[in-house]
């Protein structure tokens, strides 16, 4: 919908929801394609269902991950156990999908501000994950050997210095890894070659 075809009603209403004018002009102006035609039109790798609630207690995470060889460093262990991921009270399950920002804005620019790449994704009706789904997805996609990596859409998460970050999937070629990836700085941007992880509605 373009702002012409907007009520002044439905136009302060979204300049209320997304924080301001520029904000709402950027997501009226939105040119890309609707969400179910946008899933329909993507590869089966790029879906993914994980399980939530599967660990007890964030130790008994860290320590599923090092027994199948996936590379952490201390940092990304203390982000896990240091009280930032809420671990779900029961097993479920919830599906992901893996977009690039280009994907998400129906434009192409060579960078994305975190916040746009957020503000679109919601706009599609796609949802943030809860900052579990981060090393739960390393741990369902542990044999996967491609090299691209994936940055899991959530709220960020503060470590024990107080400094935002969101899990970050890969492979080097030899092993799995997660890593914990800095995005203190509002002003961060992120290439059109990141894969980020959003999840799905639920149906």
Known sequence: ????????????????????????????????????????????????????????????????????????????????????????????????????????????????PRERIYRHARWMGLRLCPAEAGPQLRLTLRDRTERQSVIVASDPILDKRNCSRLFWIGHDGKDPWLSGLNCSDHDEFYARTHLWAFRLPAA
Request: proline share 6%; hydrophobic share 40%.
């Open 1 to 112: 919908m373009s702002a012409a075809h907007m009520t002044i009603k439905q136009l302060t209403r979204l300049v209320d929801v997304v924080g301001g004018p520029a904000a709402a002009l950027d997501l009226v102006n939105h040119t890309g394609t609707t969400l179910p035609d946008l899933l329909a039109s993507l590869p089966p790798e790029r879906f993914v269902r994980i399980r939530l609630g599967d660990f007890e207690t964030p130790g008994d995470f860290v320590a599923a991950l090092t027994s199948v060889h996936i590379k952490l460093d201390e940092q990304t262990a203390d982000l896990i156990v240091g009280g930032g991921v809420q671990l779900h009270p029961r097993a479920t399950e919830t599906d992901l999908v893996f977009l690039y920002p280009d994907e998400l804005s129906g434009s192409s620019t060579s960078k994305y």
